[in-house]
């Protein structure tokens, strides 16, 4: 626990309306103590997590309630509020943070709490705060934000076709079943928040090239003929996208190579880098 002996800044809106900043910690009383509950393998799929807490007044004879708590992640200088959950207007507190969107890779939150005892001093003193206030922050908590991993087969309701698709029953698909159209003008479309997603398909003699878009906007051609047929392929993997909503389109087209006998677009499954909406 880092114990900061510094005045409370008292603004227009209240106490609260500036929280001090952390300066070079000073000794103090230590009365309150700030624990930030650990996540499992310190790892979170969720891009938006949620930490949880408890803040423990120490002091003895007198125990003061637990007034406010805030947090910070990585290297941000202000302190966002974090909600009283348990045991408001005591001394001993839980809360609950929730963090905003984070990207992908390694983070850190540090959580601050006060107590009454420095809202008195400060609120009574004549030169907006009294020396002896105390506020205690938790160690910064690392953790690390992955994308989780949804597996969509091209059966799925989140799956929208257009235009006319067969659907294949052969045990060398994903799932045990494929959807296939011949020529152009039909279309398959997944929407999904997250990081990535690839399309599973096929290589075959008979097949043509489609057309893959991201967002509406085009981003490539993939050829689907082979010498030999091959299942379970990835026919196109995006780039790792900032999280948030994104469409993939998958259009079929008329276009083929000059060796396969036919035109026919397969789709055979998704693997999303996130999740799909209902």
Known sequence: ?????????????????????????????????????????????SPRPVFTGSVVGTTS?????????????????????????????????????????????????????????MVSACSAADDGGASGQTADASGAYAFTVEAPLTWVEESAPQVVRAGAWTALARSQFFGGTGIYAQGGGRSVSLAFEGTGIEWIGARTTSAGKADVYLDGVYVGTVDQYAS??????????????????????????????????????????????????P
């Open 1 to 45: 626990v880092t114990v900061i002996d510094e005045p409370l800044a008292i603004g227009a809106a209240g106490p609260f309306a500036a929280v001090p900043a952390f300066a070079a910690p000073a000794e103090g009383d230590g009365r309150l103590a700030v624990t930030v509950d650990p996540i499992a393998g310190a790892t979170t799929t």
């Open 61 to 117: 004879p007198f125990e003061f309630a637990i007034a406010g708590v805030w947090f910070r992640l990585d290297a941000e200088t202000g302190w966002r509020p974090a909600e009283i959950s348990e045991g408001a207007g005591t001394a001993s507190v839980r809360f609950r943070a929730a963090c905003p969107t984070l990207a992908l890779g390694p983070h850190a939150i540090s959580v601050m709490a006060m107590d009454e005892g």
């Open 228 to 277: 030999l047929n091959q299942f379970r392929r990835t026919m196109f993997a995006s780039a790792v996208l900032p999280y948030g909503t994104h469409t993939l389109e998958v259009r079929a087209i008329t276009a083929k190579n000059p060796r396969s006998t036919g035109c026919i677009t397969w789709v055979d499954a998704f693997r999303v880098f996130g999740t799909l909406g």
